[in-house]
């Protein structure tokens, strides 16, 4: 049996969408990552650096933030343990992105070289089919974040992170709430002082 202790994570999770690797798929999985891992508060992809891999989150979050002219920072959405992150208009397009990915914890993942991302996503049998999955989870979530930063007030974007996000309110820092939620750290303590969710 091959040994793939490094991707083993990925492997478990293909499993939990109804994907089996072949052994070959999980060789050439392993040969094309690496271990990854960030302090909190460190850049794992900069704006200014086109970057050749993509993320899986083992342990850990990780935020997309754009900083603003005034040198404050919105964050646009937080990714999770088991969730497939990176930078589309940097890796894909391999042109300059107008956000960084973000460690707002200490963070654990597996980097996975674009190139080959690139070709199993196209022509991929098992993993393409698993990256693929990825990205279209990926692309839902981010449809859902929009329309509830277009609708919502700071107690439904709260209340939102309650429900379906308990680890991001109970491990990021309340200044990258409030960025996330579009409102100062002021407001946000003001928001919880006053009012929660039951």
Avoid at 39 to 45: A, D, F, G, S, V
Wanted: charged share 25%; aromatic share 12%.
């Amino acid at each position: 049996m091959l040994k793939v202790s490094k991707v083993v994570s990925i492997i478990n999770d293909a499993k939990r969408l109804g994907i089996d690797f072949t052994e070959e798929e999980q060789y050439q999985l392993d040969s094309h990552t690496r271990y990854a891992s960030f302090y909190e508060n460190e850049t794992i992809y900069a704006q200014h650096k086109i970057s050749q891999h993509w993320l899986y989150i083992t342990s850990g979050i990780a935020s997309s933030q754009q900083v603003q002219t005034d040198g404050s920072r919105s964050i646009a959405r937080f990714f999770e343990s088991s969730q497939l992150c990176g930078n589309l208009t940097s890796t894909w397009l391999q042109g300059y992105a107008n956000d960084a990915l973000v460690a707002s914890t200490g963070l654990e993942g597996i980097e996975i070289e674009h190139e080959y991302f690139k070709q199993e996503y196209m022509s991929g049998a098992n993993v393409g089919l698993y990256f693929r999955s990825k990205v279209i989870e990926t692309l839902m979530y981010d449809k859902e974040i929009i329309v509830l930063k277009t609708i919502c007030d700071i107690k439904m974007g709260y209340e939102f992170l309650f429900e379906y996000h308990p680890e991001v309110l109970k491990s990021v820092k309340k200044k990258e709430i409030a960025a996330f939620l579009g409102v100062t750290p002021q407001g946000l303590s003001k928001f919880l002082r006053n009012t929660c969710p039951e």
